[in-house]
């Protein structure tokens, strides 16, 4: 008696084909962005290493460490520096309270003029920094303000606080009000609930805004260019400074400024992680 063959998918024993593996396009992206992003910083790092003879610093030379020991060799771009470290900082802590407050008020409550006041926010932040800088210099020569420092500052935080605002409102609406009610029911007054309760959750939120203001305080320079008068801060030096050759100080300043901006940053991801995670 023969035996039939069977052909049922127990006895298949043909090889399974492998699946081919999908290409993560969008993963390659997102590395290439990321790079294009982070090339100019790459170099402006590395030619702070750069041993050149004269101004001019775009072509390696040789290593060297001399340029960080002779940092404040030019005196007026350490006066550069410092007026946008100060006007930075101090727009940092003008938009940082203001801001977060008024993102507060937006996210929480419902008042007269709200939806104007939403559309003022947004209208800072699409408008063109060109028509923002041209309306501000109109506004202070017709209030006969001398530009200067202090129209630099009242510039970058009325341009900041929209950002400040929209950052804390977006965390304002994600809260859970059932731990403000609790504090309450437990005897918490007002401001102990808000001290105790909101304001930690709002914590991450304000100090993201508040760097986010002194990013675009530091990094601005067209709005700061039609407000800044006799005053010079960096972003305006070193555009003065190309027609003649940048010196090696300022990829150094630049690197220190990096530095300290991802210093930041990772110091509020800390906070964040340790707000949402407390032990």
């Not at 437990?186 to 991450?204: C, D, H, Y």
């Amino acid at each position: 008696m023969s035996v039939g063959t069977s052909t049922g998918p127990a006895a298949d024993t043909a090889p399974a084909r492998r699946e081919r593996r999908r290409t993560d396009w969008g993963k390659w992206f997102t590395w290439v962005v990321m790079a294009w992003l982070f090339l100019p910083i790459a170099g402006m790092i590395a030619f702070s290493f750069n041993d050149i003879s004269g101004r001019q610093n775009v072509t390696w030379q040789g290593f060297t460490l001399k340029w960080y020991g002779d940092a404040f060799a030019y005196r007026d771009l350490n006066t550069a520096l410092f007026n946008t470290v100060a006007i930075g900082l101090l727009t940092m802590l003008i938009a940082g309270v203001v801001g977060s407050l008024l993102g507060l008020a937006i996210g929480r409550y419902r008042f007269r003029g709200q939806g104007v006041t939403n559309l003022v926010m947004f209208a800072a932040i699409s408008a063109p920094e060109v028509v923002m800088g041209a309306s501000l210099l109109s506004l202070f020569l017709t209030m006969n303000i001398s530009a200067g420092f202090v129209t630099i500052l009242i510039a970058h935080v009325m341009f900041t606080i929209s950002f400040v605002a929209i950052t804390v409102r977006a965390r304002v609406i994600t809260l859970d009000p059932k731990l403000e009610e609790a504090a309450r029911d437990l005897g918490a007054g007002p401001w102990t609930t808000f001290r105790l309760v909101t304001f930690p959750m709002l914590l991450p939120a304000i100090m993201a805004g508040g760097l986010l203001a002194l990013a675009l305080s530091v990094d601005d320079f067209i709005i700061t260019s039609f407000v800044s008068g006799d005053t010079t801060t960096f972003p305006l030096w070193i555009w003065g400074a190309t027609r003649v050759g940048i010196p090696p100080q300022v990829n150094v300043m630049g690197t220190l400024i990096f530095t300290v901006g991802v210093l930041l940053a990772v110091i509020n991801v800390v906070v964040a992680r340790r707000n949402r995670n407390p032990r």
